[in-house]
């Protein structure tokens, strides 16, 4: 099958493309062309028809998107402009080409209030990120029949350059800094290798419509923080609990949040979710390979 993933620089897309390639046709693009990626730009329509139609894949998975939640909040015009006319037009140009789409979506569609969330819960999106990758979601639905709809959540793994939760833990632990981290902060760390495998599955056994794909365990995100902290053998006296509040964020966050994996997990045979002690053994094997 040949496959594009379109946002293939991101953590996502990089795991996503290097585990695919084994047995697919991957091409993939990033904003700027960096690392020998087509160049594309999600809000340029007729780039995103030259593209697909150049490449004519069978499938497609979108991860490109405007991720920063309070930099959304504060340029609402730039996350329509990415998350909601971008995917109209990858989702238009794969209805025309007859291509499948997977699109990954948020946690973030929900307000919080009542989670963990299954994937038949009615969202209520507090943010406008949420509500741009709701947004993007029912377009998804709506153009392409053969769609995916993956939301997720807390992504993280050893990745040079990345930004991930992992990372930021990692640099402050090496630093010997405290570290402020929500204790009211609810969700499912989730490894991005882990993920990409089971997106992989999803499309190989011909799945359809929304699933949840995060990892097993839902827990504050202070306790993730003191998790990741031993796992690299250092003293989780470093991390500082706080409330969402004292931290200040423009953007409302999703507090009792979290994701239900019962549909993902009766289905996913050879890529099954990991637990989170799964997630950080798998991870600190990233970062002594990287490191030998």
């Known amino acids: 099958m040949k496959i594009a993933v379109i946002g293939a620089e991101g953590q996502v897309g990089h795991f996503l493309r290097q585990g695919l390639a084994a047995r697919h046709q991957v091409v993939g693009t990033s904003l700027d062309g960096r690392d020998n990626l087509h160049p594309l730009d999600i809000r340029d329509a007729a780039a995103v028809r030259d593209f697909l139609r150049t490449q004519a894949p069978e499938y497609v998975i979108l991860t490109a998107a405007l991720t920063h939640v309070d930099l ?16 109209e037009h990858v989702a238009e140009t794969c209805r025309q080409l007859g291509a499948g789409l997977a699109f990954f979506s ?3 569609v929900f307000d919080g209030r009542s989670g963990p969330y299954a994937e038949a819960d009615d969202p209520a999106p507090a943010s406008v990120y949420g509500r741009t990758k709701l947004a993007g979601e029912r ?9 995916l709809i993956i939301r997720t959540t807390v992504v993280f793994s050893y990745l040079a350059g990345s930004m991930n939760f ?3 833990v990692l640099e402050r632990a090496q630093k010997d800094q405290v570290l402020r981290v929500p204790r009211d ?4 760390p989730t490894q991005a290798v882990n993920l990409a495998g089971a997106l992989g599955e999803l499309i190989e056994t011909g799945k359809r419509g929304v699933y949840h794909l995060v990892g097993l ?10 998790r990741i902290l031993r796992a690299l053998d250092h003293d989780c006296g470093r991390v500082q609990p706080v409330t969402t509040a004292e931290l200040g964020q423009k953007a409302p966050r999703p507090l009792a949040a979290g994701l239900k994996t019962d549909k ?3 289905v996913l045979q050879a890529h099954p979710l990991w637990d989170l002690d799964t997630a950080l053994r798998f991870t600190l094997s990233q970062m002594r390979g990287r490191e030998s």
Do not use: K, W
């Open 166 to 168: 992992f990372m930021q």
């Open 139 to 147: 377009i998804v639905a709506e153009r392409v029949d053969n769609h």
């Open 217 to 226: 365990d839902r827990l504050q995100r202070a306790d993730f923080a003191c």
């Open 72 to 87: 959304c909040e504060e340029r609402p015009e730039e996350a329509e402009a990415i998350n909601v006319r971008g995917t």
């Open 185 to 188: 902060q609810y969700s499912n």
């Open 106 to 108: 948020s946690e973030y």
């Open 264 to 266: 993902a997990r009766s």
